[in-house]
């Protein structure tokens, strides 16, 4: 079964910058639809960024402007790059994906919905941003 490992979380100053990684393993067909979601304790879980199937990126209000969402396929890996962190970034960070399918034809929209497609995720890795 498909596998989704995150890594790179750990703690950063407020305005700084942090990368975060996904590597997806045991599929036999590539995801049409990854995304990053995150959770406070307490909170409901919250979507931040996806990547459409063609690789174009979707973000949260809270985060567009700050965040970079990518996609490297021939990694198998989605990446997250965040900057100018605020102390409200602070969460448990998920990656998820779908199972994806036949190869599409056409684009292949992926919403910050929890309920949606994803149904495979991530163990999750912290970030915390002090002030």
């Known amino acids: 079964q498909m596998q ?11 305005g700084g910058s942090m990368n975060l990684s996904c590597t997806a393993s045991g599929y036999s067909s590539a995801p049409y639809c990854m995304a990053w979601f995150r959770q406070v304790p307490g909170k409901e879980r ?31 890996t989605l990446l997250l790059e965040m900057n100018s ?12 994906a779908d199972h994806g399918g036949p190869a599409l034809r056409g684009v292949r929209l992926c919403p910050l ?5 994803y149904r495979v995720w991530g163990q999750g890795t912290q970030v915390t941003v002090s002030a």
């Open 85 to 96: 962190l605020k102390p409200e970034d602070t969460a448990i960070y998920y990656c998820a």
């Open 113 to 117: 919905t929890i309920g949606g497609s």
């Open 46 to 76: 919250e979507g931040v960024a996806s990547v459409h199937s063609d690789g174009s990126p979707y973000y949260a209000t809270s985060v567009e402007g700050r965040f970079t969402i990518s996609k490297d396929s021939a990694k198998n």
């Open 4 to 14: 989704l490992v995150e890594s790179g979380g750990g703690s950063v100053q407020t």
